[in-house]
């Protein structure tokens, strides 16, 4: 298995992982193990790699089996949430201080391959994006849909996320997450 940041040859791969998993494309059998809820397009993929090289991906026998995206408030603020979330950030504190788009960033989404969940990738690839990103900010914001109960055990149990809030948006409930960019994930 190999860890990387992406590069835009990464794409095509990337995306054929995340369509498999994404909201909107998935099987429904396999909703109840998680899903992505954001589309994304060549272009913005391209983006989050030149521009913020914030695309991590783990590979194995030449196809993406993973990613973690993390990128600047002002990358993800093409989409009306995110611009909510930043809104929101000035209300919120974490680590003795008051949460903004200098000292933080949003993660996610992250999706792992299904024959994958469970051993312990998700867990080395948060890290790898955790070390990277941690060289910008402090703290790590993200959210997850309170009907992806999967994802939020993931991110509460296996990688220690602290609950900051619960917000509603868009006729839909979500958890608010944070982390400490300086901490190691302990592994299970």
Known sequence: MK???AELSDIESILK????YQVDSIAQE?????????????EQLSSII?????????????EVVGYVMSASWEFWSIWPMFVYMIKDLDSL??????????NSYQYGPVCIDKKY????????????ARVEMAKKYPILVTFV???????????????GLTLIQEFEYNNNSY????????????KS
């Open 50 to 62: 030149e521009q913020e090289q914030g695309l991590f991906i783990a590979i194995e026998n030449d």
């Open 117 to 128: 969940r469970g051993s312990g990738l998700l867990e080395e690839l948060f890290d790898f």
């Open 175 to 186: 958890y608010e997450l944070v982390y400490d960019t300086s901490k190691p994930v302990k």
């Open 3 to 5: 860890l990387k940041i």
């Open 30 to 42: 396999d909703k109840k193990d998680g899903f992505v809820t954001t589309a994304f397009t060549k």
């Open 93 to 102: 504190e974490y680590l003795g201080q008051t949460l903004s788009v200098k």
């Open 145 to 159: 849909n309170k009907i992806n109960p999967r994802s939020y055990a993931a991110h509460t149990k296996k990688l």
């Open 17 to 20: 992982l995340h369509f498999k």
